[in-house]
């Protein structure tokens, strides 16, 4: 009996691992992506590139250079890195690569203080350094990036020129997860494969369709757009500004672009465990549409899918040894679990062909399906009850009240 339930339970992740790797095959056979023109002529428009920065003495510099040695997007173009009551060296790091680049050729770039945020009012996250440096910007165009961005030469431009060529009012780039850290390794490219066959990329850019989704690390909106939609001002309060910001501009009838933008655009979000373990405990449970059910759901598939194939697979063989009448069936499981691991290995393998990231530290897929199984409950629990919903250490307790 024990026997046939762990055979079950092994064909459960191999099937189920099946079917993510046709589903990513088929998502992103599809998907729309960045237009690779790199020659057409510098738009005659204004582009204002904000980068959002709270603590980033770590990734501000990279962030920073990589925008300002960029190919010349349009004929007028200006960078605010805009400084949210940072503690630590975020700011000095950005003027002294500020002055660096200082030169006639070069575009205009400040850091801008966000200032302390207003007493009775709910920010959290981004929304309060983003809608003050909006306070400054004139331009046509404005790019919200993340400091944990990197760009390639031609990204900015491609992203432009596509924008005002499909007349979109948001144009959001959907990047590509690279790893850093163990932790990162062990976690990322699985978190990746599940937000890769999860995204509603079609539906979202359907403008008869309802859905709306945007990858905050990079947004590209039509200024006026912005505004009309109140901006990051409206949703002060929301943890998950990007999606929110989508539904708005949806919602107000204008034109949103979703596409992949994985050969323009790196993002390393973690620097070590306990950074990964706070990001995506403070997201899991929003981003699964604050489900209870989803949430816990969607944990249990993980481990199932990621983590079992590990344990069935010498639990199998070792029962197989021990065992004098179910031998044959123990070693059936134990055939079927390294299935199961073989299929993760496939899906790296397709991860590698189809966006470059190594194999690196695949055989840890186990381990990074437990933190994910983990990670569930906790978000599910933080979110519910505010407790340790931080994030960077700032509480994010009274969102739940907005």
């Known amino acids: 009996m024990v026997a046939c339930v762990v055979g079950v339970t092994a064909l459960a992740a191999a099937l189920g691992l099946s079917i993510l790797l046709l589903g990513l095959q088929r998502v992103f056979a599809s998907a729309p992506t960045l237009w690779h023109q790199n020659d057409q002529d510098i738009s005659k428009t204004s582009l204002t590139v904000v980068i959002p920065a709270f603590n980033e003495a770590l990734n501000i510099e990279g962030c920073l250079t990589h925008v300002l040695e960029s190919d010349k997007p349009c004929s007028h173009l200006e960078v605010i890195v805009v400084d949210d009551q940072s503690s630590d060296n975020t700011v000095n790091i950005a003027e002294q690569t500020i002055r660096a680049f200082a030169g006639s050729d070069q575009p205009n770039a400040a850091v801008l203080q966000a200032g302390p945020r207003p007493k009775g009012e709910r920010w959290v996250g981004k929304n309060w350094g983003c809608s003050q440096a909006m306070e400054q910007v004139q331009s046509t165009w404005v790019l919200f990036i993340d400091a944990d961005v990197s760009l390639a030469p031609d990204a900015i431009r491609r992203a432009l020129h596509q924008s005002i060529q499909e007349k979109a009012d948001l144009f959001s780039l959907a990047p590509r997860l690279t790893c850093g850290c163990l932790s990162e390794w062990m976690v990322q490219p699985i978190m990746a494969s599940l937000l890769g066959l999860g995204f509603p990329i079609l539906e979202a850019n359907d403008p008869d369709s309802t859905v709306a989704f945007a990858a905050g690390p990079f947004m590209l909106f039509r200024r006026d757009s912005y505004n009309a939609i109140g901006g990051h001002r409206a949703l002060a309060g929301e943890v998950v500004e990007d999606l929110a910001l989508a539904r708005l501009i949806k919602e107000g009838g204008f034109r949103?672009?979703?596409?992949?933008?994985?050969?323009?655009?790196?993002?390393?979000?973690?620097?070590?465990?306990?950074?990964?373990?706070?990001?995506?405990?403070?997201?899991?449970?929003?981003?699964?549409?604050?489900?209870?059910?989803?949430?816990?759901?969607?944990?249990?598939?993980?481990?199932?899918?990621?983590?079992?194939?590990?344990?069935?697979?010498?639990?199998?063989?070792?029962?197989?040894?021990?065992?004098?009448?179910?031998?044959?069936?123990w070693l059936g499981d134990a055939g079927l679990g390294l299935i199961a691991i073989l299929m993760q290995l496939s899906v790296r393998l397709w991860t590698r062909a189809r966006f470059s990231v190594p194999l690196r530290h695949w055989w840890l897929m186990g381990i990074g399906g437990l933190i994910i199984g983990l990670i569930a409950p906790t978000s599910v629990w933080k979110s519910l009850t505010g407790k340790g919903w931080t994030w960077k250490g700032r509480s994010l307790a009274e969102a739940q009240a907005h």
């Open 256 to 329: 949103l672009r979703y596409v992949l933008g994985i050969d323009a655009v790196d993002l390393q979000m973690y620097a070590n465990f306990e950074a990964l373990w706070e990001g995506w405990s403070k997201n899991w449970f929003l981003g699964l549409d604050r489900s209870i059910s989803k949430s816990l759901g969607a944990g249990g598939v993980v481990l199932l899918m990621f983590t079992l194939p590990w344990l069935l697979l010498p639990t199998s063989l070792t029962m197989a040894c021990l065992s004098s009448h179910d031998q044959s069936l």
